[in-house]
């Protein structure tokens, strides 16, 4: 139903997202990516929501790298129960960090 979805927890144990989805604290409606630190708001898109955000480049370059080294994930985990606020803030510092990001030091 348009305008009606809200997080589902079957995407949790869904393959296709259980690896990045989690839930946004505070907002039970929204979705959270592990990897890209972004809330996604499913309310109009539903899945698709999911299944749009799963096809950025960004989002499948961290899904790569996260199986490359599992530590990433890890360390983002705690990034992300830690500081849900300021992901906006540490997020180009990560990915240059990680040398996903485009700019170079
Ligand atoms: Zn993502």
Known sequence: MPGSCVFNDNWLVTPEYCQWVARVQGDYRKARCKLCL?????AKMGECALKSHAKGAKHIQLLKMRHSDPGVLRIRDVL????????????SEQ??????GDRRP
């Open 95 to 100: 990915y240059s960090h990680y040398g996903v």
């Open 80 to 91: 992300v129960s830690a500081s849900p606020s300021r992901s906006s803030m540490t997020e």
């Open 38 to 42: 972004k809330d996604i708001d499913p």
